[in-house]
T-cell receptor, first 116, second 112 residues
Framework: EAGVTQFPSHSVIEKGQTVTLRCDPI?????LYWYRRVMGKEIKFLLH????????ESGMPNNRFLAERTGGTYSTLKVQPAELEDSGVYFC??????????????FGSGTRLTVV | GENVEQHPSTLSVQEGDSAVIKCTYS??????FPWYKQELGKRPQLIIDIRSNVGEKKDQRIAVTLNKTAKHFSLHITETQPEDSAVYFCAASISTGNQFYFGTGTSLTVIP
């Protein structure tokens, strides 16, 4: 099966600009997650979709971040306006059932965002 | 919330030696502990996991141990090979939620 696809793989933007990251989960995976790793730190949860609904967005840092998953397929994560501290690697993951269950996550390769 | 700490942050071993990475967690409700390996430029991949009803799990050269009382779990890699070089992340999860709490990662270098 095709894996989780993220693009772009890299993005360099200026502070104050807008960037939109995209994630295509594995077909049939209802659960989609966004995580972020800031340089040298842990991979931190941002939010979780079940189909098109936001199940948990407790990890979203502030209202400059907007995630959508229209139609329950691919998801986008928009940062507007971007700040320097938003730099990091943004990972998307998907799972068929609950992550705690027997399915686990499949991660994408990530988008490396650099805000200058 | 859950807090996962991971040590060491970097680890270098000679090929053929063993490598051990340790993680601690804070929430006694956590009951699922996966380990992910991320090679340079690639996606994190699940390499082994353990649930709280098991104390140890092995898969060829890798093993994970869990001490629920002490709230720590460890990854053991034996007979290391250069292709084991990567960043390894531990994580903890609670069955009532879908969120993983990750450690800060360990960069393992296996020296040929």
């Amino acid at each position: 099966e095709a894996g989780v696809t993220q693009f772009p793989s890299h993005s360099v933007i200026e502070k104050g600009q807008t960037v939109t990251l995209r994630c295509d989960p594995i077909s049939g995976h209802d659960n989609l997650y966004w995580y972020r790793r800031v340089m040298g730190k842990e991979i931190k949860f941002l939010l979780h979709f079940v189909k098109e609904s936001k199940q948990d967005e407790s990890g979203m840092p502030n209202n400059r971040f907007l995630a959508e998953r229209t139609g329950g397929t691919y998801s986008t994560l928009k940062v507007q306006p971007a700040e320097l501290e938003d730099s990091g690697v943004y990972f998307c993951a998907s799972s068929r059932g609950t992550a705690w269950g027997n399915y686990g996550y499949t991660f994408g390769s990530g988008t490396r965002l650099t805000v200058v | 919330g859950e807090n996962v700490e991971q040590h060491p942050s970097t680890l270098s071993v000679q090929e053929g030696d063993s490598a051990v990475i340790k993680c601690t967690y804070s929430d006694s409700a956590s009951n699922y502990f996966p380990w992910y390996k991320q090679e340079l430029g690639k996606r994190p991949q699940l390499i082994i996991d353990i649930r709280s009803n098991v104390g140890e799990k092995k898969d060829q050269r890798i093993a994970v141990t869990l001490n629920k009382t002490a709230k720590h779990f460890s990854l053991h890699i034996t007979e290391t090979q250069p292709e084991d070089s990567a960043v390894y992340f531990c994580a903890a999860s609670i069955s009532t939620g879908n969120q993983f709490y990750f450690g800060t990662g360990t960069s393992l270098t296996v020296i040929p």
